[in-house]
């Protein structure tokens, strides 16, 4: 997972340079760039085929009943079903005024989503990505 808007900055090199390590010991490795792809990090009614209260959008009931009905959008859908079959997942970004940029850090919200990638009462070694590492 990479989030720089220059393809010759820092970060890419880091990408690049991890990439030809990592394939050179025969490990598979799959880039998302989040910029090229133009991704879209604004949360809405959108990230869902059906929602659970129609007279009322409050994103986090929403997205539990995603999770439960799998009702996410495709472009989510798609991006968690790269999350469950990654053995290793690496975030690449650079901190903006303390922080990532905007569209990972929406990313963040809209594919490790309540239900998908956190409930309430699990964390850490309870969590649902327990095991798994990034």
């Known amino acids: 997972m990479y989030a720089h808007p220059e393809p010759i900055s820092f970060c890419a090199g880091m990408i690049a340079g991890a990439q030809e390590q990592l394939t050179a010991a025969g490990h598979e490795v799959v880039v998302i ?7 879209n990090p604004t949360a809405g009614r959108h ?3 059906s929602i659970a209260n129609p007279d009322h959008f409050h994103y986090q009931t929403e997205q539990a009943y995603a999770a439960e009905h799998n009702s996410y959008s495709d472009d989510i859908a798609t991006k968690q079903a790269l999350i469950l079959t990654a053995d290793v997942f690496v975030p690449v970004f650079p901190l903006w005024w303390g922080a990532a940029p905007a569209i990972m850090n929406g990313w963040f919200e809209r594919v490790l989503s309540y239900g998908f990638g956190y409930v309430d009462g699990a964390r850490f070694d309870k969590g649902l990505f327990r095991r798994r590492r990034a």
């Open 33 to 39: 760039d989040l910029y090229a792809k133009r991704f």
């Open 47 to 49: 990230d869902f085929k």
